[in-house]
């Protein structure tokens, strides 16, 4: 299996769900995950706290801003997903906290400008 690229931005939700719905919405993840994720790039995922259950954080992951970019246009377009997101607010409790955050590069330890390759590197020696 190859590893995916480090994503290019997320969108993170965060909300609560009572008690009494909990079920119903993960029913609900599972039947709109593919939907949220047909046009590619796009993988969904979603934790709950262990501290405060019914504290839940749903991520979208794009592969790239151009997938980031087209699904906004999706979200705020499209019927389909008007529709599953009116679903999916009855399940929460308020309105969800909602961040679009990116990678940021860090600096490795002891790194100073560019590594180069060492001399022999790939090259057999013999003794």
Known sequence: ?????SPAALVVLIYKVPRN??????????NAFPVYERPGGIHMS???SVQERGLFVE????????????DQVRVDKDPEM?????????FIDGRPQVLLV???LVPKKGRQGPQRPKRNAGKRVSN
Do not use: C, H
């Open 1 to 5: 299996m190859t590893p995916r690229p």
């Open 21 to 30: 719905r909990r079920v119903g919405l993960l029913k609900f993840l599972g």
């Open 46 to 48: 979603v934790f709950e």
């Open 59 to 70: 991520i979208a992951s794009y592969d790239t801003d151009r997938a980031y970019r087209q």
């Open 82 to 90: 008007k529709r599953i997101l009116g679903r999916w607010q009855k």
């Open 102 to 104: 990116r990678n940021v």
